[in-house]
T-cell receptor
Framework: GAVVSQHPSRVICKSGTSVKIECRSLDFQATTMFWYRQFPKQSLMLMATSNEGSKATYEQGVEKDKFLINHASLTLSTLTVTSAHPEDSSFYIC?????????????FGPGTRLTVL | AQKITQTQPGMFVQEKEAVTLDCTYDTSDQSYGLFWYKQPSSGEMIFLIYQGSYDEQNATEGRYSLNFQKARKSANLVISASQLGDSAMYFCAMTYTGFQKLVFGTGTRLLVSP
């Protein structure tokens, strides 16, 4: 149980285009989903917290208009990188939890490697 | 603010031996959760083990156990009988009641040799 999928696993795009990444909880309903960014050889950096049916909460320094997050259902959240530039190239990974308490386990998707040319 | 410290950037262990990965944390909260995740080269984050701050017994999951020393604020991961497939990055993380964000440490890269 507790499987989270992410699509696509890898994407290469031209500068200026927008890229959408999907995160799905396959066997549970995710009350909350999280989006992280990871640079090579570094730890995960939380970008935003997404609750179904409400606006995402972004971490300080993360541009809301750049990284659009939609959590339309209890099993799907999407991250859209708008007008992507080479500096947006990174590993993006989502997680999901079915709980509402702070100590509930987050289950992660396999990640999406974005390369912007 | 919560903080996780992993002081070992890299660890080496021979196959079938046990290894301990260190993790210390800093929080003023009484109720919190501690997690260990494994990240192989493929990038996915695999949940390994969880310890609640009020759990009196150390958590165990198969070959993984968490050596929880609350007074010292440490939550070390012990992997018994290491396997080649255990080679990966290991992240210690914490969260606390009412606050769902995971705070991660910088990670420890474990290399298991034959």
């Amino acid at each position: 149980g507790a499987v989270v999928s992410q699509h696509p696993s890898r994407v290469i795009c031209k500068s200026g285009t927008s890229v959408k990444i999907e995160c799905r909880s396959l066997d549970f309903q995710a009350t909350t989903m999280f989006w992280y960014r990871q640079f090579p050889k570094q730890s995960l950096m939380l970008m935003a917290t997404s609750n179904e049916g409400s606006k995402a909460t972004y971490e300080q320094g993360v541009e809301k208009d750049k990284f659009l997050i939609n959590h339309a259902s209890l099993t799907l959240s999407t991250l859209t990188v708008t007008s992507a530039h080479p500096e947006d190239s990174s590993f993006y990974i989502c997680s999901a939890t079915s709980g509402v308490g702070g100590t509930d386990t987050q289950y992660f998707g396999p990640g999406t490697r974005l390369t912007v040319l | 603010a919560q903080k996780i410290t992993q002081t070992q950037p890299g660890m080496f262990v021979q196959e079938k031996e046990a290894v301990t990965l260190d993790c210390t944390y800093d929080t003023s909260d009484q109720s919190y959760g501690l997690f260990w995740y494994k990240q192989p080269s493929s990038g996915e984050m695999i949940f390994l083990i969880y310890q609640g701050s009020y759990d009196e017994q150390n958590a165990t999951e198969g070959r993984y156990s968490l050596n929880f020393q609350k007074a010292r604020k440490s939550a070390n991961l012990v992997i018994s009988a290491s396997q080649l497939g255990d080679s990966a990055m290991y992240f210690c993380a914490m969260t606390y009641t009412g606050f769902q964000k995971l705070v991660f440490g910088t990670g420890t890269r474990l290399l298991v040799s034959p």
